[in-house]
């Protein structure tokens, strides 16, 4: 791949921040900026604080999945799914999703969405979550400043169907695990193998990712 997932990353948090605006302002301003939105008065309500916690879980995970679209090989510039962040921001207390929260998370799962209806228009099947389940054929984790820990997974299921998992935070979870995880459909993406060939895949915003009980 041409550029890491991090200094990606950081690239897409600055075009989207600044809009390609001053040479001075800088990297660590950026992501302090994308952090504190939304906290910087003592006398916000709690819901406009709630409601700024939403955005940026939101915005956390649009530039994740921007920073691997452009790993992957695509040129800078695509646009997040207004329809996934809308429904990244409603639904923010369940990215990540613990305890509980899984349940709530798998609930919002539609059942009858395919891979297959996926690949062939993915824009009708932003606004609920996918489950599925695979082989980790690679994780990495990268610690993006004033934000925290992401992890990235590709994850290749029974039928050979591809996913790009995003996740805000680390897991115990490693190469050659099973897992299932559920999350939102963000983008249609793909990338060049090492040995030859290419791998089509469906980048997700990971809500829940746990090693398989199978």
Do not use: W
Not at 64 to 86: T, Y
Request: net charge negative; charged share 20%.
């Amino acid at each position: 791949m041409r550029v890491s997932f991090y200094y990606a990353f950081i690239l897409v948090a600055f075009i989207l921040v600044t809009g390609c605006g001053s040479n001075n302002s800088s990297t660590s301003s950026v992501f302090s900026n994308l952090a504190t939105q939304g906290f910087s008065s003592t006398n916000e309500g709690t819901e406009t604080i709630a409601e700024s916690e939403k955005n940026n879980t939101a915005t956390y995970h649009s530039l994740a999945v921007l920073a691997l679209h452009e790993v992957n090989g695509f040129e800078a510039g695509e646009e997040f799914p207004p329809e996934s962040k809308a429904f990244l921001a409603k639904h923010a207390h369940l990215f990540p999703a613990t305890g509980d929260k899984v349940k709530e998370a798998q609930q919002l799962v539609d059942q009858n969405v395919q891979p297959k209806h996926i690949n062939k228009n993915i824009s009708k099947y932003h606004a609920s979550m996918i489950q599925d389940s695979g082989t980790v054929l690679s994780i990495e984790e990268e610690e993006i400043p004033e934000i925290g820990t992401f992890s990235v997974l590709h994850v290749v299921n029974d039928e050979e169907d591809s996913y790009q998992v995003v996740y805000l935070g680390a897991l115990d979870i490693y190469e050659d695990d099973t897992v299932e995880f559920v999350g939102v459909r963000t983008l249609l993406s793909g990338f060049d193998n090492v040995s030859g060939g290419y791998t089509n895949s469906i980048i997700i915003a990971g809500s829940y990712v746990g090693k398989s009980a199978n």
